[in-house]
């Protein structure tokens, strides 16, 4: 059912092992949770497909972000993010999920702060 959701939480920079790609702590992320990537997927897109409420991958900045959301039911449509350090960036997110998804929303919230 479509509805209006607000989200309000944190974004909080995924720091990879200094002798690990993305990728490979993607992967090792996943074998934790009993998951594997299947053939013809990529790590982090079989993430998203699969963990998009506990994770956010910014494609413009190549960064994985841990995601710590609370859902508010409020009445207006609200994005916005802020930085609070150079690991965590907190947003408050209120929109129609029949036509915009979280991801697209944190999207356009990162896009605002120009990073």
């Not at 944190?10 to 690990?20: D, S």
């Amino acid at each position: 059912m479509s509805e209006t959701v607000y989200h309000r939480g944190y974004l909080i920079k995924v720091n990879t092992p200094v002798n690990k790609t993305l990728n490979e702590f993607v992967i090792d992320l996943l074998k934790n949770r009993n998951k594997s990537v299947p053939n013809g997927e990529t790590p982090i897109n079989f993430l998203g497909e699969n963990f998009s409420e506990e994770f956010f991958y910014y494609k413009k900045t190549k960064t994985l972000y841990k995601i710590e959301d609370t859902k508010i039911d409020l009445d207006e449509d609200l994005i916005e993010a802020k930085i609070v350090n150079d690991h965590t960036i907190e947003y408050d997110l209120k929109f129609y999920n029949g036509g915009t998804g979280l991801e697209e929303c944190l999207e356009e919230s990162l896009d605002k702060l120009d990073l």
